[in-house]
Structure formats: structure tokens, C-alpha cells
């Protein structure tokens, strides 16, 4: 699937992943590849991204290494779509 991190102050990354855990507003969810059409609040949490992800340097002092290989990203809100396997999260 392929995702894109956005924040107000830039486009954190773009690329293909294997799959992404976000913090819901009502917890923790993950989508696969395919997974069906969603829209839905983000609460404060991390952002899990599961695969090889190509950071430029600007951005990766922003993202942290989590178990099992996922690499994080701690945000304090935000929305997700996911859309035609595209997942699009607006954080701040």
C-alpha cells in the first residue's frame, strides 16, 4: 500500500509500506494492504509503520524505532483515509 505523512510544516514521507497502526480516537487500528475504504479521527499516540521506509534527512530525527521493526512516529492528533490501498495521515 502506499502512504503518505503529512504535517502542517511539511510531507513527512511518501512511499510504499507493508501496513500502518494509527492511534484511533477509540484506540489502536491497523490496515493492510487492500484493506477497505476508512476515514476516522486520530488521537495522541504513535503512528506504526510497518516496512522499509526511506526517510530524508530533514524529516528522520522526527520518527523512532519501535519493536518488531516498525518505525514510529508520535503525534497528537490528526485524521487517516484510506482510499484505493492509498493511506493519507494529516498530523500535527
Given amino acids: 500500500m502506499y502512504l503518505e505523512i503529512v504535517t502542517p510544516e511539511a510531507v513527512l514521507f511518501s512511499g510504499d509500506v507493508t501496513s500502518v497502526a494509527v492511534p484511533g480516537i477509540n484506540g489502536e487500528f491497523q490496515m493492510l494492504d ?4 476508512i476515514v476516522s479521527l486520530l488521537g495522541q499516540g504513535n503512528v506504526k509503520v510497518y ?20 518505525t514510529l512516529l508520535a503525534i497528537n492528533s490528526g485524521t487517516i483515509e484510506m482510499k484505493d490501498n492509498k493511506v493519507i495521515v494529516l498530523a500535527d
Fill in 34 to 37: 487492500n484493506h477497505a475504504p
Fill in 51 to 70: 516496512g522499509d521506509m526511506k526517510l530524508d534527512k530533514e524529516v528522520a530525527a522526527k520518527f523512532t524505532k519501535g519493536d518488531n521493526g516498525a
